[in-house]
């Protein structure tokens, strides 16, 4: 189920008042619509998948209980005890065991279903450079909808669970809840146990202002994917698969490379905004997932803007254990080689992801050595209306940056996005796109402005529409407004992109 | 609660009357801008799918228009050809590409959207609903929207949905990259029942005093596309005038995919057809 479909619009309504108004006297009652309301979600779009995902959740939720804990071990630092002590008869070896089998299986089920073809591929293709004759044994593996937000999901609860961050939970209702919900399911944000998992076990009442501003958030994520995203998306799929005449030229792969890069941000971000929302109208909060990252002024600010969930995750989970920034310069460089290059091959089976982390990795790394990667920590021009020249120069060049890397995201091959990049740095051929309506311009140029002004005077909030005017007459005139531009001005229907992830 | 449900009610309705305003306004000035009124002297106009329309070019001919639109059923190509017929009485000749789809499969190839439903709305009467195929609540969603952008982008008197034009590429030759080359597309004869429409259209022209003619427009390999629907003509419309051009053999240079003909085909296309209709022309007089 898309949230941009009819189908949710009359699937919310009907979740929202069974959970507030028929559910709301016992908290049990009420995971257990969120876990049959997620089911019913998730299984709209593949039935046949729920089994996968109930797996999934249940084998963490048992790991959890089985393992609990590792045993207490002194701090690096404080020589304290940290973690519990260890229960008399219990085997030390059960956490460590336990977190492990998380990671195999759970990382088990996400290579199988993303990456078997890949490896497979690449294997016989090395095999018969070497002169043996292999051959390719493709499976028609259809790739589950939000298998790589699922199972981070659930392998963080486990690492929790041992890090001692959190208690295993015994409720088996709210931790499919958790693991299950549906807001967040498919393409994130991905939440941790220990910010999510508290708030479906404690009672939840409904919040008047969160609920206002549930809606607003969710009107502001349709906006930008419906209108935006949507709209930059036919723009970019004209341009950059040559359905147009005067396609192919520098410039036009410029164009088409612009609109993909407005097209990602407002698609994903607006899927983000959507699920938060409609998170906060069931009393639940999740996590910010973006912040404006396309005012960032060099590329780490970017990546403390971009897909927050993921990245924290990365840090987290594997750049803190494997030394951080806490070790000497060659372990801290293979440190962020090894989260870029991981992170971009979690979007795809694809050399080219791999490239696009690693061009990333190639960016963030001087500034990382030169110990300037947090220098820009605040919001940019705080207390301005504009940027300072210097900061809009920064925000010039880390966006022509960012980009340059989306060629290797959106192209097919890394050869086809190194003939795009060689095209778009000599400029070669004019800039003459036919056979695209002057309307659809007019549409993009007015959807981005809107975007791009409102989310820059909201830049200090936690989404562009958290602030508004007090005037009542004013506010609901732009909701009508955001509303009548999402009926009238929306591209043609597009899948969310990060649903393929 | 109470509170959020009163405010979310007066959101809905606000939303309600805007969008019923909005598409009033449309209706209105749709109808009043473009009536479907020749601007120059023709007593041909051709209807019908992307393959009139990009096989036929009217600059070249005199008297003719070719305001065929790609995707286009039947049944939008008779509420057209009624509008065209009532606007203009100087049309003889109506022209109107014929295809083995019926009204169902058209509506079905896209359940979501149906092609040039846009334009059709302002004609639209109550009674026509009841001849109408079953057609999805987001199509008629869409081809509202459609029907905006047409008034946005042509107000002064196109019927062509802005995109369709192009999206073939006029000059280029793709015969051997189109998928359909390697399928072999039948119609089977024993499940296929005639569009209902194509009735209607000749009882519109015959009202009005025009002459309805099926076109069939070549196509390259005709045991691969379900080109030969002569068969269908003998069967159910033998009373109508068909020209068959789908087994005229013309270059793989004149085809933009396997049933269409690009820039080049259409220039040597039209040359045919506008032979035929002089023929048609002299024998009437």
Known sequence: ?501 | MKKFGVNFLIFAVLLACCLAAFILVTVLSFKSINNMSFRVDADTVIVGHSMPECAVDDSLLSGVLNWSSSGEGHYISYYKIRRLLERNPNIRYVVCSFSPWGDEDVVRLDKDYCYGLGCILPFLRLSDFKDLPRIRVLAWEKALRDYWTLWMTKPFGAVQLSAWGHYLGRKQCNVDKDRRYAEKVVCDQKTFKPTRHIRLIQQVCAAHGAKLILLQTPVYDKSRWFADVSWIHAKYFSDIEYWDFGSLELPKECFSDINHLNETGAHAFTKRFESKLTDLRSAAK
């Open chain 1, 1 to 501: 189920m898309l949230f941009n479909s009819i189908e949710f619009l009359i699937f919310l309504p009907i979740v929202f008042c069974i959970y507030w108004f028929v559910c709301n006297r016992n908290v049990r009652l009420q995971n257990a619509m969120v876990v049959a309301a997620s089911y019913v979600f998730y299984g709209y779009w593949n039935w046949r998948f729920l089994a996968l995902v109930a797996f999934s959740s249940i084998f963490a939720w048992g790991l959890g209980l089985l393992g609990g804990a590792a045993p207490a071990r002194p701090c690096s630092t404080t020589g304290q005890l940290k973690g519990p002590l260890p229960a008399r008869g219990s085997c030390a070896w059960r956490p460590k065991a336990c977190v492990w089998a998380s990671v195999v299986v759970n990382l088990g089920i996400l290579c199988f279903f993303k990456y078997f073809n890949f490896f497979q591929n690449e294997v016989v293709s090395l095999l018969n450079m070497l002169g043996f004759h292999a051959h390719v044994w493709t499976l028609k593996i259809l790739l589950p909808l939000g298998i790589s937000f699922h199972t981070f999901q659930a392998l963080s609860y486990t690492i929790d669970v041992y890090r001692g961050d959190i208690k295993p939970t015994r409720d088996w209702i709210s931790f499919l809840a958790y693991s299950s919900y549906f807001p967040q399911l498919v393409a994130g944000p991905i939440e941790r146990a220990t910010h999510l998992l508290p708030q479906f076990l404690a009672p939840r009442t409904f919040d008047y202002a969160q609920a206002v501003s549930g809606c607003r958030q969710m009107l502001w994520g349709f906006f930008k994917k419906v209108v935006v995203a949507d709209n930059c998306s036919e723009l970019a799929n004209l341009i950059l698969d040559g359905k147009v005449e005067g396609s192919g030229t520098g410039l036009a792969y410029w164009l088409g490379m612009l609109c993909f890069t407005i097209q990602i941000y407002g698609d994903f971000s607006g899927y983000s905004d959507i699920a938060i929302g409609c998170s906060r109208l069931l009393g639940i909060n999740l996590m910010r997932n973006f912040a404006y990252p396309y005012f960032s002024r060099d590329i780490a600010e970017f990546w403390r803007r971009w897909h927050i969930s993921l990245s924290t995750w990365f840090r987290d989970y594997l750049y803190i254990p494997l030394g951080g920034s806490r070790c000497d310069k060659w372990k801290r460089v293979r440190n962020t080689f090894a989260i870029f290059l991981v992170s971009g091959f979690w979007h795809g089976a694809n050399w080219t992801f791999i490239v696009w982390g690693a061009l990333h990795a190639m960016c963030f790394l001087p500034l990382l050595l030169l110990e300037r990667n947090r220098t820009n920590t605040g919001v940019a021009a705080e207390g301005r209306a504009l940027p300072s020249w210097k900061e809009g120069w920064q925000m010039t060049v880390t966006f022509t940056i960012v980009l340059l890397a989306w060629v290797f995201f959106r192209a097919p091959n890394v050869t086809t996005a190194l003939s795009w990049l060689s095209s778009m740095v000599t400029l070669q051929g004019g800039l003459l796109v036919k056979g695209v309506g002057l309307s659809k311009f007019v549409n993009l140029l007015g959807g981005i402005v809107v975007l791009f002004g409102v989310e820059w005077a909201n830049r200090k909030w936690p989404y562009g529409l958290e602030r508004l005017p007090s005037s009542r007459a004013l506010r609901y005139s732009l909701y009508v407004a955001l509303s009548v531009a999402i009926v009238v001005f929306r591209g043609g229907q597009q899948t969310f992109i990060y649903f393929q992830f």
